[in-house]
Antibody, heavy 128, light 107 residues
């Protein structure tokens, strides 16, 4: 049974960088069978996809956040990480990591894919 | 970007009721649609993918239909554990996007 677990600071100061790591248990990121995502949810609101990464390091980001986001992977530790810089109070949210099944890259653009396993979520508050 | 619109935003129903939730895409997405259930304080859980394929382990009272721009999630006989918020998600084109959610509440 695959499990994902987020870890990182729960409080970040404005203008600083939010950093989270997602460790995968029960499956190998390096298998290359899936993409690995970050999704966030503002308090009491809907879901916003942030970006995903393949085991090779290929990444795609939501254009709305692309200028501030970096996702990286460490297959030796079986984890992937999120960095979101220049944060403001608007970045306060629950951050989930998730596994994407069924993503295809067609003409350099990803299509398809749904989120079949999720972490429990990490609440990150941006406040001084 | 493709926008996903769910309706209603909330619905009150009783145990045993048939509940239908609608999701509309701003442009055609073929059958690249998934449905998720989220309970308070928990991560979303996938119910349906490919518009109508039931995820392993999900009860058969959940079903999905539609293609193109209009999709539905149906719960044939609402159970106490089904009170939750439901989201659709399109995967036809980049970036993937979710609907705003439909909260199923106890009547």
């Amino acid at each position: 049974q695959v499990q994902l677990q987020e870890s990182g600071p729960g409080l970040v100061k404005p203008s600083q960088t939010l950093s989270l790591t997602c460790t995968v248990f029960g499956g190998s990121i390096g298998s290359g069978d899936y993409w690995w995502s970050w999704v966030r949810q503002h308090p009491g609101k809907g879901l916003e996809w942030i970006g995903y990464i393949y085991y090779s390091g290929s990444t795609y980001y939501n254009p709305s956040l692309q200028s501030r986001v970096t996702i990286s992977v460490d297959t030796s530790k079986n984890h992937f990480s999120l960095n979101l810089n220049s944060v403001t109070a608007a970045d306060t949210a629950i951050y989930y990591c998730a596994r994407n099944r069924g993503v295809l890259v067609v003409a350099a653009a990803p299509v398809g894919g749904y989120f079949d396993y999720w972490g429990q979520g990490a609440l990150v508050t941006v406040s001084s | 970007d493709i926008q996903m619109t769910q309706s209603p935003s909330s619905v009150s129903a009783s145990v045993g009721d048939r509940v239908t939730i609608t999701c509309r895409a701003s442009q055609g997405i073929s059958s690249w649609l998934a449905w998720y259930q989220q309970k308070p304080g928990k991560a979303p859980k996938v119910l349906i993918y490919g518009a109508s394929s039931l995820q392993s382990g999900v009860p058969s009272r959940f079903s999905g239909s539609g293609s193109g721009t209009d999709f539905t999630l149906t719960i044939s006989s609402l159970q106490p554990e089904d009170f939750a918020t439901y989201y659709c998600q399109q995967a036809n084109s980049f970036p993937p996007a979710f609907g705003g959610g439909t909260k199923v509440e106890i009547k």
